[in-house]
């Protein structure tokens, strides 16, 4: 048995949401990269150090590589017949998955938070705000498709390295591959980041306004806190989509999860409820996200959050 | 400009969902609502249409019930409804699903085909793309602000880091986020209107889609609950209880 993981490049090297996917896989069976990026020495090593055996060293693709990659992708899984091709599931990888399952004629299973190998193949997702755990199992032949949430599970070293590196120059793929990035724009923060900071601090609907994140950042200074932000907000375009944490945004696990003004959508929960312990400053007792919070605050975070701000300046 | 939109109809979010307890799916009462993400592909659809003097036709796939959600599309302004209620596809995975919606958009001819990044009850993701790859056209997921730039389309893509701005030429589909745009009220005479709308119906054999599922839902369980927490009502001093929690949590 093989496995097969799509990695993608994010700033510089392969993606931590890939490694989380690469570790999980190398845990199960030998596992082979198809890694979509600069394929410098840096970046092969640190593949096999987290259990990349094979390296197949993606090229090109244009400025849309999403239906180039899955060409590729269908022709590896002839000649390395795996079991499973995994996904982190990023904006990429879903659109790579996505095409590849019509390649490959298989379905493919989304939002898996764990995945078993012990009889045939099962992965395990959560329903309904997270208050259910479903187990799915693959009925049909391989490949298994799997999109795998970030932070899922955690990448680890493994000690191991590359045997093999193989470059494949990606296809034309015509009018499918033929869109054009005309610009790049980077909204991303400065400071600490929702990917690594100990500390979040959110911000949702019950700030009432666009100006009223400043409260938030306020918080996060003294906090050392990187700042998040629920869909609706970013929907209302009062903070940047680098923002958002949740189903279509980023999912989180700090140390600290201070949610301010959110009422607790499903779509919100998903992202944020395995922080390891979460705040939460509402004006409505009745906010589902009371029923995930360790420490909820019923009141007015207009109240709440400047004095709170006040207090941690004059502790730092 | 032809215009497809998909759309899904969805038990309501705010009442309480359930699965079905033999076949683990969701259970879903005759009077559905519109997909709330969809009603922004509907304004994108109904906005190009308008730009190019356009058709705008929906596809919906899903057992159409009391049809409140799709008069609601027709109502907005959309101007054909093209609905799959086929008992045969119940419980259909995203990769059915998506043979479904792209086989009658390829039968109803676009030149974009617009979609919801992802539904509220399923949320795979991944339907708009493999309806990309079966008809063989651009997918532009993500996107939040369209264009129309001479024959082509100029879409905002979110990334990770930020926007891309992309130009596609045309076949292509969108996959839009919610805030793409700002959704339209039906308006009484939408709604009279929407009453007289051709409204097609198609089954799974109609378009020639088939087969097997190729997953099963072996179980269903609670998730672990975190252990209750500490909700208390600010009396002037919660702020000091946030940072007595800090501390415990050794951050400050």
């Not at chain 1, 375009?237 to 189903?247: C, E, F, L, R, T």
Request: aromatic share 4%; net charge negative; with cysteine.
């Amino acid at each position: 048995m093989s496995i097969l993981v799509f990695a993608e490049q994010a700033e510089g090297g392969p993606g931590e949401s890939a490694l989380e996917v690469i570790t999980k896989a190398a845990s199960v069976s030998p596992v082979a990269v198809a890694y979509l990026g600069d394929g410098t020495n840096a970046a092969i090593e640190t593949l096999g150090a987290y259990g990349a055996g094979t390296v197949y060293h993606l090229k090109g693709g244009g400025d849309l590589p999403a239906a180039a990659a899955a060409h590729a992708l269908a022709g590896l899984v002839e000649e390395e017949t795996p079991q499973a091709i995994l996904f982190a599931q990023t904006y990429l990888g879903r659109d790579v998955a996505g095409r590849l399952a019509v390649r490959l004629d298989r379905p493919v299973i989304s939002n898996a938070v764990g995945l078993d190998f012990d009889e045939g193949c099962s992965v395990t997702s959560e329903i309904f705000g997270g208050s259910r755990i479903v187990r799915t199992a693959f009925t049909g032949p391989t490949p298994y498709l799997v999109l795998i949430r970030p932070k899922s599970f955690s990448a680890e070293p493994t000690g191991g390295s590359v045997t093999r590196t193989e470059t494949r120059t990606l296809p034309e793929t015509g009018h499918a591959g033929s869109p054009r990035v005309i610009d790049k724009i980077v909204e991303r923060a400065e400071g600490p980041q929702l990917s690594d900071a100990k500390v979040i601090v959110s911000g949702g609907r019950g700030l009432g306004d666009a100006e009223s994140y400043a409260l938030i950042e306020a918080v996060a200074e003294p906090l050392h806190a990187a700042t998040g932000a629920t869909r609706a907000i970013v929907d209302a375009g009062w903070v940047p989509y680098a923002k958002q944490v949740g189903q279509t945004g980023k999912t989180v696990k700090p140390e600290v999860y201070m949610a301010c003004g959110i009422s607790g959508a499903m779509q919100h929960l998903v992202g944020m409820k395995n922080s390891k312990r979460i705040v939460a400053i509402n004006k409505d007792p009745e906010a589902p996200i009371f029923s995930v919070a360790d420490l909820g605050i019923v009141g007015d975070l207009h109240q709440v959050l400047p004095k709170l701000t006040e207090e941690l300046r004059t502790r730092a | 400009m032809q215009v497809v939109v998909c759309v899904k109809q969805i038990p309501d979010p705010a009442s309480p969902s359930s699965l079905d307890p033999a076949s683990h799916r969701l259970v879903r009462p005759p009077e559905q609502i519109l997909d709330d993400t969809d009603r922004y592909g509907i304004e994108v659809g109904l906005q190009l249409g308008e730009k190019t003097g356009g058709s705008v036709t929906l596809v919906s796939m899903g057992p159409t019930g009391t049809m409140q959600g799709i008069r609601q599309a027709l109502a907005m302004g959309v101007d054909k409804a093209v609905l799959i209620d086929d008992p045969n596809l119940i419980g259909a995975d995203a990769l059915t699903t998506a043979k479904v919606l792209a086989a009658a958009a390829r039968r109803e001819g676009f030149d974009v085909l617009v979609a919801g990044v992802e539904s509220t009850d399923g949320y795979s993701g991944v339907v708009p793309q493999m309806m990309a790859e079966l008809l063989e056209v651009p997918a532009l997921t993500y996107a939040r602000k369209i264009e129309i730039a001479g024959a082509a389309l100029r879409v905002e893509r979110q990334t990770s880091a930020g926007f891309d701005v992309v130009e596609t030429d045309l076949p292509a589909l969108l996959a839009v986020t919610a805030g793409a745009v700002e959704p339209r009220y039906p308006t009484f005479r939408g709604i009279m209107a929407a009453k007289k709308k051709p409204v097609d119906r198609l089954t799974s054999d109609d378009l020639a889609v088939g087969g097997d599922p190729r997953q099963q839902v072996v179980s269903v369980a609670p998730a672990s609950e975190r252990e209750s927490g500490v909700i208390v009502a600010d009396d002037g001093t919660g702020h000091l209880r946030i940072v007595e929690f800090l501390e415990t949590a050794k951050v400050i």
